[in-house]
T-cell receptor
């Protein structure tokens, strides 16, 4: 099976712009979660989508949003970018079984905000 | 919300020495997962522990879940340069949400 793929791998934006990141989960996985990784805050959960519905949400401002399509592919959007949004954005997919939730991470999108 | 505290933040060892990272919570955990992230890479799942007092081994890696399910540890015997990376514990909560510890960055000097 192909792994989780994320596009683009690298992105440079300026403050005030918006950005859309894409994630394709492993075939058959219906849950996609997004994480932000920074040196200062570590790995922080953004949100999870399952069957096109947001099931969990982390403590991020409303500028961060996402969606999931019927083929389980997911996108996240960050509007009005701030310097502090520079980070590695990781998505992870899982089959979301009740007692075992091994997550498979993609390579990430490295976002730099200037 | 639930949090997991992980120590130490950094560990520098000589190749062949042992390494241990600890994960602690003030509340009872339903389960704990461990991930490894190589420099420049992404987190890769290592294991999940669910039962009180559970001990699992993967070659030189030994994972433990405390009796009270409030702490966990990862021990590597005789480290190798291939063990370099950051090790994270994570609480699997509400399906697809992981709450990560701060991670322990392991460097191994040949």
């Amino acid at each position: 099976k192909a792994g989780v793929t994320q596009t683009p791998r690298y992105l440079i934006k300026t403050r005030g712009q918006q950005v859309t990141l894409s994630c394709s989960p492993i075939s058959g996985h219906r849950s996609v979660s997004w994480y932000q990784q920074t040196p200062g805050q570590g790995l922080q959960f953004l949100f999870e989508y399952f069957s096109e519905t947001q099931r969990n949400k982390g403590n991020f401002p409303g500028r961060f949003s996402g969606r999931q399509f019927s083929n389980s592919r997911s996108e996240m959007n960050v509007s009005t970018l701030e310097l502090g949004d520079s980070a590695l954005y990781l998505c992870a997919s899982t089959q979301r079984m009740s007692s075992y939730n091994e997550q498979f991470f993609g390579p990430g999108t490295r976002l730099t905000v200037l | 919300g639930q949090q997991v505290m992980q120590i130490p933040q950094y560990q520098h060892v000589q190749e062949g020495e042992d390494f241990t990272t600890y994960c602690n919570s003030s509340t009872t955990l339903s389960n704990i997962q461990w991930y490894k992230q190589r420099p420049g890479g992404h987190p890769v799942f290592l294991i999940q522990l669910v039962k009180s007092g559970e001990v699992k081994k993967q070659k030189r890696l030994t994972f433990q879940f405390g009796e009270a399910k409030k702490n966990s540890s990862l021990h590597i015997t005789a480290t190798q340069t291939t063990d370099v990376g950051t090790y994270f514990c994570a609480l699997s909560n509400q399906g697809g949400k992981l709450i990560f510890g701060q991670g322990t960055e392991l460097s191994v000097k040949p």
